[in-house]
């Protein structure tokens, strides 16, 4: 009977170690595709589950806003976000996987192109440097920190506030905008999707190009720092085996 119930208190005092970690990630509630989407597994869920499941670790994905998303991060109420760019508002509140002081792209998702489109026919144009012809902002998807911050350092007017690519591209061809900014995978397969490649063209010139990572809070990092270092280095792995 003593042995039984010593066996019992051993159990209750190790119980809580022993319980798998869940590290909660917000995403965007907008399909982010191949990487994120709301209803289903995209491919940066699959390398968060994958290289946290290889620490003992479970996932929970809650797919939310990407404006609330970041502002939850850095509250505390999301332990991370994906995928995220190494902008200034990210930096400010989580951290990525770094390599000598900089944002390591090794241990990242990969790279995001972003490129500019316009309506056929459309004055306004980008060379790679600057927008010319614009006599409205440029548009682009909202809360997405690293088109804000390039936008603002070209000191052009711009508006983020369309809640989907395809809104963007409904503005566009009512006349309530001239050009806009995306990722190139999400522009290609939108405009074969909406049927819009007649009215709707991709300019030449990339407007950015980066690397996109898993963020993770400040204070979740400090209390897991060795476990989420380990994520991020399996999530370049993987990323890269599958290559």
Excluded at 57 to 73: I, K, M, N, Y
Aim: hydrophobic share 45%.
């Amino acid at each position: 009977m003593l042995r039984m119930l010593h066996l019992l208190i051993l159990g209750l005092a190790f119980a809580p170690f022993c319980a798998a970690q869940v590290l909660r990630v917000c995403i965007d509630d907008q399909p982010f595709p191949p990487l994120t989407f709301p209803d289903r597994e995209g491919q940066v869920q699959y390398l968060i589950r994958q290289a946290a499941s290889q620490q003992g670790w479970a996932v929970e994905f809650l797919s939310v806003p990407r404006r609330r998303c970041h502002a939850g991060v850095a509250s505390g109420q999301y332990h991370a976000a994906a995928p995220v760019s190494a902008t200034t508002g990210v930096l400010d509140n989580m951290i990525l996987p770094e390599l000598d002081g900089s944002p390591d792209a090794q241990r990242s998702f990969g790279v995001v192109r972003a490129v500019v489109f316009r309506v056929r026919g459309s004055q306004a144009d980008w060379d790679g440097q600057r927008f010319s012809g614009l006599d409205k902002p440029v548009l682009y998807g909202s809360g997405v920190l690293a088109f804000k911050d390039r936008l603002e350092a070209l000191k052009v007017p711009s508006d983020d506030s369309a809640k989907s690519l395809s809104q963007i591209m409904t503005l566009l061809v009512i006349g309530r905008g001239q050009i806009a900014v995306s990722t190139e995978y999400q522009t290609l397969a939108a405009l074969k999707e909406g049927g819009l490649e007649d009215r709707i063209e991709v300019l030449p010139v990339p407007f950015m190009q980066g690397a996109v990572f898993l963020g993770v809070g400040r204070g979740f990092y400090a209390a897991n720092q060795q476990v989420i270092e380990r994520i991020w280095t399996t999530i370049g792995e993987l990323r890269a085996a599958k290559q």
